[in-house]
């Protein structure tokens, strides 16, 4: 269904006229035919009919023919634009991928390279501060490594939000709570008692006051582990990787060549290969057994 907000270009236009001229040009062919039996009476009139209609006829031929020619004209030239877009988009991909690979290896290599130097700075503070702590003056806190110290949650003391007094339904003899408070049965809201196991059994029970205290636990530091060892970096101008601190110590990583690290790669020779064409397509012939064969059979 055309859209009717769409604005027609001028071939649309101009399909539209010819294909109003083609059902003009049927409806006269159309209209000369229901007169062809008021025709038939008289030879003079049926000849007039029949050239009328040959006439119409034609002239159908005709708009029809000018209808599939400019439609097929509107066809090609719909076709050449979107296929001129088309080449556009692949060229514009093919840019951004070209684009892209090339901030891969720049931008990739210098962000890669910052990212190492930071591990390496946080491996030699790291190194520093375990000798200090070594010997450290009585009294003195320990110095604590950089990277932990960003990446790490301290322990946490607990914290008491809000404390109330209730009263509580336990066990007489055990005083232990019991789970489901609105199941006991009490006279004098004091005493009671709970049936459990299906009934078979009944728990005296007593009112007893607790001092309910709402809180936040205490929380226990979490070692983040190094920071190199958690990085692992792939190569941006080959295969393979450029960094890969789960294998690394710190005194290795305190004294990485970041430089040398993140240097672009040189490419490889390519292999040279021989192949072997005759030059005389008749050859070998094809009796000839293969010196191969001949080995074989030795």
Same mark, same amino acid.
Do not use: Y
């Given at each position: 269904?055309?859209n009717?907000?769409k604005k027609?270009?001028?071939?649309?236009?101009?399909v539209?006229?010819?294909r109003?001229?083609?059902?003009?040009?049927?409806?006269q062919?159309?209209?000369?035919?229901?007169g062809k039996?008021?025709?038939? *009476?008289?030879?003079? $009139?049926f000849?007039?009919w029949s050239?009328? %209609?040959?006439? =119409?006829?034609?002239?159908?031929?005709?708009?029809?023919s000018?209808?599939?020619?400019?439609?097929?004209?509107v066809e090609t030239a719909?076709?050449?634009d979107?296929d001129?877009?088309?080449?556009?988009e692949i060229?514009?991909?093919?840019?951004?991928a070209?684009?892209?690979?090339?901030?891969i290896r720049?931008d990739g290599?210098?962000i890669?390279?910052e990212?190492l130097?930071l591990a390496k700075d946080a491996?030699?503070?790291s190194l520093?501060?375990k000798a200090?702590?070594?010997r450290?003056?009585e009294?003195?806190?320990?110095i604590p490594?950089a990277d932990?110290? $960003? %990446?790490?949650?301290?322990?946490?003391?607990?914290?008491? *939000?809000?404390s109330?007094g209730?009263?509580?339904w336990?066990a007489?003899?055990t005083g232990?709570?019991?789970g489901d408070q609105?199941?006991v049965?009490s006279?004098?809201g004091?005493r &009671?008692q709970v049936?459990?196991?299906g &009934?078979?059994m009944?728990?005296?029970? *007593?009112?007893?006051?607790?001092h309910e *205290?709402?809180?936040?636990?205490?929380g226990v530091?979490?070692?983040?582990g190094n920071?190199?060892s958690?990085?692992?970096?792939?190569?941006?101008? &080959?295969p &393979?990787?450029?960094?890969d601190?789960?294998?690394?110590t710190?005194?290795?990583? =305190?004294?990485?060549d970041?430089a =040398?690290?993140v240097?672009?790669?040189k490419?490889?020779?390519r292999p040279?290969q021989i192949?072997?064409i005759?030059v005389?397509?008749?050859w070998p012939?094809?009796n000839?057994?293969g010196? $191969?064969d001949?080995?074989a059979g030795?």
């Amino acid at each position: 269904m055309r859209n009717p907000f769409k604005k027609l270009s001028e071939a649309d236009k101009r399909v539209a006229t010819l294909r109003a001229d083609l059902d003009a040009a049927r409806a006269q062919l159309a209209a000369i035919d229901a007169g062809k039996i008021a025709a038939q *009476i008289d030879s003079a $009139a049926f000849a007039k009919w029949s050239a009328d %209609r040959s006439a =119409a006829a034609l002239e159908v031929d005709r708009q029809s023919s000018l209808v599939e020619t400019h439609e097929t004209e509107v066809e090609t030239a719909r076709r050449a634009d979107a296929d001129a877009a088309a080449r556009r988009e692949i060229e514009a991909a093919r840019k951004a991928a070209t684009d892209l690979a090339e901030r891969i290896r720049k931008d990739g290599q210098r962000i890669a390279a910052e990212l190492l130097e930071l591990a390496k700075d946080a491996a030699k503070q790291s190194l520093a501060a375990k000798a200090l702590n070594n010997r450290l003056p009585e009294g003195e806190t320990p110095i604590p490594a950089a990277d932990i110290l $960003a %990446r790490d949650f301290d322990a946490e003391p607990r914290k008491d *939000i809000r404390s109330r007094g209730v009263d509580l339904w336990v066990a007489e003899t055990t005083g232990a709570i019991i789970g489901d408070q609105d199941a006991v049965a009490s006279d004098d809201g004091v005493r &009671g008692q709970v049936h459990i196991f299906g &009934g078979s059994m009944r728990w005296k029970c *007593i009112k007893r006051r607790f001092h309910e *205290i709402e809180f936040h636990p205490s929380g226990v530091a979490d070692w983040p582990g190094n920071l190199f060892s958690l990085i692992r970096l792939p190569r941006l101008d &080959g295969p &393979g990787f450029l960094f890969d601190g789960a294998i690394g110590t710190p005194e290795t990583v =305190a004294d990485l060549d970041v430089a =040398a690290a993140v240097a672009p790669r040189k490419k490889q020779l390519r292999p040279v290969q021989i192949e072997l064409i005759p030059v005389d397509p008749s050859w070998p012939p094809a009796n000839v057994v293969g010196q $191969a064969d001949q080995n074989a059979g030795l």
